[in-house]
């Protein structure tokens, strides 16, 4: 099993002709993923990559029934892309572009709440579950099952792979792995996720990677003490970070203590969670406590 995605899920892809769509389409193509179409205005009625082009989402959605979205298009037209596939009835939004305005990403968001419709990212690698379904840019063959699966949840794109690799060192695979993005506003956070894995039967363990800057690793603190049963490893990068400097990501900024990567350890700590210093590590993690 998996969460959010899988085998028959029915994909588009919103700038479904631009290079960076068309480069990372092949790849997702060629992992699985049930790709049924894509959408560039103006282009509607050609073919690519042996998908049909639609003008708009709401006719790709009416002519073959998709059900989520990935997003490929430049960071002014986001906020609009979101908004056409939530109303056009899409149920998840992956939007891998980076520089989202954060006023764009606001409306968008509220728009999709309002909807009903999910979004991962923006400024993220995707979702993937292992075997079944890429949405992304991630390296598929980093991904795989194995007898015991672990649910991977990153707001980083290296350090989900980093993660994914040290998992499957370890002789565990992965059921689905998310990078949530490090923008100040976002889609999906761990406190949305974490109960998702926890419900999920395939999932025998969740890894945590967060990082410094924004409360989404304090926030997910009450979650799982009060939600979440399984055994979670996490690993906080930006632990030698100054304050008041960004680094890297949007939110990767240190605004408080609860913000530091010292603030965040010891919060998820005190919820029983297995924090490790660094991602070498985390293999070596859930094999101790898996074991």
């Keep these: 099993m998996s969460i959010l995605v899988d085998k028959n899920t029915k994909v588009i892809i919103q700038g479904f002709t631009g290079q960076e769509a068309t480069f990372h389409a092949k790849e997702c193509i060629e992992y699985g993923t049930n790709i049924v179409g894509g959408v560039t205005p103006f282009k509607g009625g050609t073919t690519h990559l042996d998908r049909e082009v639609f ?37 998840l939004a992956v939007v891998i572009t980076e520089h989202t305005p954060v006023n764009d990403m606001l409306k968008a968001k509220n728009f999709a709440n309002k909807c009903g419709m999910k979004i991962i990212g923006p400024n ?26 672990i649910g991977l949840i990153s707001k980083s794109g290296t350090l989900t792979y980093e993660g994914a690799n040290q998992i499957l060192k370890e002789g565990y695979g992965i059921s689905t792995a998310i990078g949530i993005g490090g923008d100040s506003v976002i889609g999906l956070t761990y406190s949305e996720l ?33 939600q979440i049963t399984k055994p979670i490893v996490a690993f906080i990068a930006g632990q030698s970070a100054p304050k008041g ?47």
């Excluded at 598929?140 to 699966?149: A, Q």
């Excluded at 990501?249 to 919820?271: F, P, Q, R, W, Y």
């Design 55 to 91: 003008n708009t989402v709401k006719e790709a959605v009416i002519k073959t029934g998709a059900d989520v979205s990935l997003i490929f298009v430049p960071a002014k037209f986001v906020a609009n892309s979101i908004i056409e596939a939530a109303n056009a009835g899409i149920k």
């Design 194 to 226: 974490l109960p998702m894995f926890e419900k999920d039967e395939d999932t025998k363990a969740i890894v945590l990677i967060g990082e410094i800057g924004g409360s989404l690793e304090i926030e997910a603190c009450k979650v799982i003490k009060e």
């Design 245 to 291: 400097k960004r680094m890297g990501h949007a939110g990767a900024i240190i605004s408080n203590e609860d913000s530091t990567a010292k603030g965040k350890m010891k919060a998820l700590s005190e919820v029983g969670v297995n924090v490790v210093q660094s991602p070498a590590h985390i293999g070596l993690k859930l094999k101790e406590i898996l074991k």
């Design 124 to 149: 993220c690698p995707g979702i993937i579950s292992s075997n079944e379904c890429k949405l992304g840019i991630m390296p598929g063959m980093v991904f795989k099952k194995s007898f015991t699966n």
